[in-house]
């Protein structure tokens, strides 16, 4: 089947940790996502990006990275610089371009907790 | 104010009713109009999908926009438990998902 596989699903960190957290799709997209969900909130882009070996910032980019060396794996590293990191994190995939590129498919997220 | 807003809820209704959700934004360039269904503890998926004004139905569910006023809905007829779930509106202004705006989402609780 299809689909994003996210992992690990729930994750705790200690503060001053760095945690990555990891996206695999075999979709075949080329763009994918990472968003945070926080209660009250709607979703909140953290980066994206379009191509292998290519990414951008979102709205809400400091305290994370992101690296995109394949078109199927796009992992993200929460680091002790994010002032606020507990949080669901979302990573999704769309086609790129035409129609539809605006539909997102998601990942089952991973809940980080920093103690 | 937010570009997007959306009653948070909680929502609960008994199973058979019709539900309403809704969600109103700022944005007027906003053309591309969805709604994602996500439940507990999992990612979203989408439910319904509309271009500009209109309705659009899809079994049990329509979606409605409604541009001049800056509303759109989303309606579940005869609605089941297995409905019980958060619903996130989402909009965007192209067909680019960079540019997607999403609600916080409503909580909808569909009582047997």
């Known amino acids: 089947d299809g689909g994003i596989t996210q992992s690990p699903k729930y994750l705790f960190r200690k503060e001053g940790q760095n945690v990555t957290l990891s996206c695999e799709q075999n979709?075949?997209?080329?763009?994918m996502y990472w968003y945070r969900q926080d209660p009250g909130q709607g979703l909140r882009l953290i980066y994206y990006?379009?191509?292998?070996?290519?990414?951008q910032k979102g709205d809400i980019a400091e305290g994370y990275s992101v690296s995109r060396e394949k078109k199927e794996s796009f992992p993200l590293t929460v680091t002790s610089a994010q002032k606020n990191p507990t949080a669901f994190y979302l990573c999704?995939?769309?086609?790129?371009?035409?129609?539809?590129?605006?539909?997102?498919?998601f990942g089952a997220g991973s809940r980080l907790t920093v103690l | 104010q937010k570009e997007v807003e959306q009653d948070p809820g909680p929502l609960s209704v008994p199973e058979g009713a019709i539900v309403s959700l809704n969600c109103t934004y700022s944005?007027?360039?906003?053309?591309?109009f969805m709604w994602y269904r996500q439940y507990s503890r999992k990612g979203p998926e989408l439910l319904m999908y509309t271009y500009s004004s209109g309705n659009k139905e899809d079994g049990r569910f329509t979606a409605q926009v409604d541009k001049s006023s800056k509303y759109i809905s989303l309606f579940i007829r005869d609605s089941q438990p297995s409905d019980s779930a958060t619903y996130l509106c989402?909009?965007?202004?192209?067909?680019?998902?960079?540019?997607?705006?999403f609600g916080s989402g409503t909580q909808l609780t569909v009582l047997p």
């Open positions: 989402a909009m965007s202004p192209s067909g680019s998902a960079r540019q997607l705006t």
């Open positions: 999704a995939s769309s086609i790129q371009g035409g129609t539809g590129a605006n539909v997102l498919t």
């Open positions: 990006s379009q191509i292998v070996n290519d990414f």
């Open positions: 979709l075949n997209h080329d763009a």
């Open positions: 944005n007027s360039a906003f053309q591309y």
